[in-house]
């Protein structure tokens, strides 16, 4: 191991558990074992993590207590979004150094299966993902981690190291979905996800861009990053058909490609009902197991509808887009707590009055 970096401050995590509790608790790596490196097996690095945002799937292992087939069955550390410096490397990693400012690529592949060979390894079947159960995630002081999925940031913030997560999603349904300049865009959802596919719309030469949501205040959220995008208040009762109409209407025309940030039901069809004969609504969000969407719409109109399930090789993309400052960050960070008030954090994250965006846990360590 080689390490410059005194530390002083115990390890800590956040978790939850199936009876949906959250706290923060001390966890591994120990202190001891971070500062002896023992621990740190070939090919990893230590990493002081500085900044991690909250993401809706995060609230929603708390709450829900899982995500489809994946389920919180014992204590479980959140966080898949995370960026911070190095404090150890293993003497098999040569590229990097204590010292070295990295962004965290949350996963672990197998190298074996087809998914992987392939280079998408985003559908690797022995994927190891931090915070989706049964494997801990980043919320934690320090980490442990492979150093080919720590990506150098340079000077870039951690917090915006900690956001290439999300814009790597976005980044990914840019390319799959297929975007092409002056393509009429729609972008369902004005969280997290969608606000930076909105950016990266607009970098792309995407217009008209209409966003929709529910929510009044992360529609005036939306308009106050990008003030061209077209914004529509999906109303409680309409049906998807209406909805479809009147994003239509509120563009000028129908729409060439749809990216659904979402993941329900409703929101889906009412975007195969705004598309244009032959276009493509692209499904980033998360739903439920099994939904009723308007099939003979899609069939009659050759609309496409496609799927996407995170991402892979897009941090490098992702840091130079940062860097070059073609897409801006910082804004949707709303909210800052220290780690030592995590649980407040998600509290804040998970209520609607606080108009909270992205939130992000903070860790205070005598590292720069």
């Known amino acids: ?24 608790a001390e966890t591994k790596p120990t202190l001891e074992e971070v500062k002896e490196g023992k621990e740190l097996k070939e090919g990893y690095v230590t990493i002081a993590v ?34 911070g410096t190095i404090l150890a490397v293993h003497p098999s990693v040569t590229h990097l150094k204590p010292g070295d400012r990295v962004a965290v690529e949350p996963n672990i592949i197998c190298n074996e299966c087809e998914p992987c060979l392939t280079g998408r390894y985003n559908g690797c079947q022995k994927v190891q993902f931090s915070s989706t159960p049964p494997f801990d995630g980043l919320l934690r002081r320090y980490i ?36 092409k300049l002056g393509d009429p865009v729609l972008i369902c959802g004005a969280g997290p996800i969608g606000l930076v ?16 949501d529910i929510d009044e205040g992360r529609l005036k959220f939306a308009k106050e990053m990008y003030p061209k995008a077209i914004a529509y208040k999906v109303e409680r009762g309409k049906t998807p058909e209406q909805v479809g109409e009147e994003i239509i209407k509120a563009a000028g025309m129908k729409m060439t490609v749809a990216i659904e940030c979402t ?51 897009t941090w490098p993309r992702a840091i130079r887009l940062v860097e070059s ?20 954090a998600f509290e804040t994250a998970a209520d609607p009055k606080t108009g909270a965006i992205k939130v992000q846990i903070q860790s205070e360590l005598d590292i720069v």
């Open 144 to 179: 442990n981690h492979p150093a080919i999925w720590c990506h150098k940031i340079g000077n870039m913030s951690f917090e915006n190291g900690s956001l290439l997560e999300p814009l790597s999603v976005a980044l990914a349904g840019m390319e799959r979905s297929g975007v």
């Open 1 to 24: 191991m080689s390490s410059t970096t005194t530390i002083t401050k115990p390890n800590i995590g956040v978790y939850t558990d199936p009876a949906h509790k959250l706290w923060i």
């Open 263 to 313: 993941g329900v039901e409703s929101s889906i069809a009412g975007a195969i009902w705004s598309m244009k004969f032959g276009g493509k609504v692209f499904v980033i969000g998360v739903g439920k197991s099994e939904m009723n969407i308007p099939f003979m719409r899609l069939s009659t109109q050759e609309i496409d509808l496609q799927f996407q399930y995170r991402y892979c090789n």
């Open 50 to 83: 500085k900044s991690t945002g909250i993401c809706g799937s995060d609230v929603h292992f708390w709450h829900a207590g899982r995500i489809g087939p994946m389920v919180v069955e014992a204590n479980h550390i959140l966080g898949h979004e995370s960026a």
């Open 197 to 212: 596919t909105l950016d990266c719309c607009r970098a792309a030469g995407a217009c008209p861009i209409v966003i929709t």
């Open 325 to 344: 400052g073609v897409i801006n960050l910082e804004k949707m960070v709303t909210h800052r707590f220290d780690i030592e008030d995590a649980v407040k």
